[in-house]
């Protein structure tokens, strides 16, 4: 109907011929929910005119009304006809949408069993449209979410519809029908807001686990960034449900390749770490460390050394130091103290403490004191003090010794050429330092002995006469 006259006329109405339009629309579908006096292809029209009006709230009050709410309720569930129903969800959808308060005009009505009964429909578009209004009553209103799930069976909807599209991505099907994609990401966002809303109810989505898998593997999605729509919906859905269950482990593990949903997550880090702007990274690629770090934690021995094989730094890591290189764990360091990113770096610290076993010694080990005393003061956990044997005594992946603060290989450290300090200079730098550490003293931040008054208590410091003069070679 794009190319339908009068809707493209009523695209172009505003002012008080737009209100008058809708005034008479609304008037019209609501008489003839009492007595039935529009055919059913007049009724279709009448409801896609009042889309296209419905679209801008401007002007268009009686559709936001509780009784204009209630008119699209009605048509859109009691009705009989699947095009008259799927065009007043429409309108239902971008009431709820634009105008917060019809959220809760619309749970009021109780339709609540009609809405989730609805979403059983093998139909792509009713499980978009209805996917979405039950999401959007997640939001600004009293909606029992507990209700739906135990009395109107809404989480067993949701599995259904996403092991129709586990089916379908499984067997690689191929289809120009956009509504495929779009209704999965409808079903992802609805499943993320359930568990996060009603938190004692996410064992019944468990069974939803093998199906996000499936599709997150088998998927083949054109999406401009990696964790564009719905596949970033899929790692959300995930980091919300219940990877420990021990039902789903064969479908997170598989026997036949074990690695194949580590390796799929870490390949999507990788494509991320190009894709993705400091300002970015909170909201986009968060969820994702989450879930590997999940993953992780519940994997078996292989699946947990192929994680850490590619996320911990490698001797190639070494031969610079930590955090500066291009390869993933490089990036990973250098976003653990992003300033930009919160969310994100405090995410990665918890991932690098897991990795590391949650022993602060292996984690000093594994990314050198300069990272490791921050990520874990940041988690109030003590830093190890006597670590620096570690890197020097073969129990490292490399017999090579180690800088205990950068993580770098010392064979591989570059020192600037500068010429040595006269004794002019060392004692000016002594006395600096000497300074230096009274102020620290004096501002409580450190209660160590002052070395240079040591030194000097010790007579291994002598002061130079006025008149020294260095010999020079």
């Not at 507990?146 to 067997?171: M, P």
């Not at 729509?229 to 479908?251: H, T």
């Not at 993933?328 to 360091?333: A, K, Q, T, V």
């Not at 500068?418 to 409580?444: S, W």
Request: with cysteine; proline share 5%; hydrophobic share 35%.
């Amino acid at each position: 109907m794009a190319g339908d006259p009068r809707l493209l006329q009523a695209a172009m109405l505003s002012g008080s011929a737009k209100l008058s339009a809708v005034t008479r629309l609304v008037e019209k579908l609501t008489e003839d929910l009492t007595t039935v006096n529009l055919l059913p292809h007049e009724r279709d029209v009448a409801l896609d005119e009042l889309k296209v009006y419905g679209r801008d709230p401007h002007n268009a009050d009686p559709i936001f009304t509780k009784a204009g709410i209630e008119m699209l309720t009605k048509h859109a569930f009691d009705s009989t006809s699947s095009t008259t129903s799927r065009n007043a969800l429409r309108c239902l959808c971008n009431a709820l949408l634009l105008k917060k308060e019809c959220r809760q005009l619309f749970v009021d009505l109780g339709y609540e069993a009609k809405a989730c009964n609805k979403l059983k429909s093998d139909s792509r578009d009713d499980e978009f449209l209805v996917s979405r209004i039950v999401f959007l009553t997640t939001y600004d209103t009293d909606a029992k979410l507990e209700q739906l799930i135990d009395r109107y069976q809404l989480a067993d909807s949701v599995v259904v519809n996403l092991e129709r599209h586990a089916k379908y991505h499984n067997e690689g099907l191929s289809t120009q029908d956009p509504m495929q994609d779009l209704a999965l990401a409808e079903t992802l966002k609805l499943l993320f807001n359930i568990t996060h809303h009603c938190k004692q109810k996410i064992a019944s989505f468990t069974q939803a686990i093998p199906h996000i898998v499936t599709i997150l593997c088998k998927g083949r999605f054109q999406v401009g960034k990696p964790l564009d729509p719905p596949i970033g919906l899929l790692v959300n859905a995930l980091l919300n449900l219940d990877i420990a269950a021990e039902e789903v482990q064969s479908s997170l593990y598989p026997p036949s390749n074990s690695t194949a949903v580590s390796n799929r997550l870490i390949d999507l880090l990788e494509q991320s770490k190009t894709e993705y702007q400091d300002e970015e990274l909170d909201n986009a690629v968060t969820a994702l460390i989450g879930v590997i770090q999940a993953v992780h934690e519940h994997s078996p021995q292989d699946v947990r050394n192929s994680i850490r094989q590619k996320l911990l730094p490698a001797e190639i890591d070494r031969r610079e130091v930590l955090g500066r290189g291009s390869s993933l764990p490089s990036w990973l360091l250098e976003n653990s103290t992003n300033p930009l990113a919160p969310k994100f770096r405090e995410m990665i610290s918890d991932l690098l403490f897991d990795l590391s076993d949650k022993d602060a010694s292996k984690m000093v080990e594994n990314v050198g004191y300069g990272f490791a005393s921050g990520l874990l003061y940041n988690k109030n956990i003590p830093i190890p003090q006597d670590d620096s044997e570690a890197f020097n005594n073969g129990t490292g992946s490399s017999d090579r010794p180690i800088n205990p603060v950068t993580g770098q290989f010392l064979d591989s450290e570059r020192h600037a050429d500068l010429p040595e300090m006269t004794e002019e200079e060392k004692e000016r730098e002594a006395e600096r330092l000497f300074v230096l550490f009274q102020r620290l003293q004096a501002n409580g931040v450190m209660s160590v002995e002052n070395p240079i008054r040591t030194a000097v208590e010790e007579g291994r410091f002598e002061e130079l006469p006025d008149d020294y003069k260095e010999d020079v070679d």
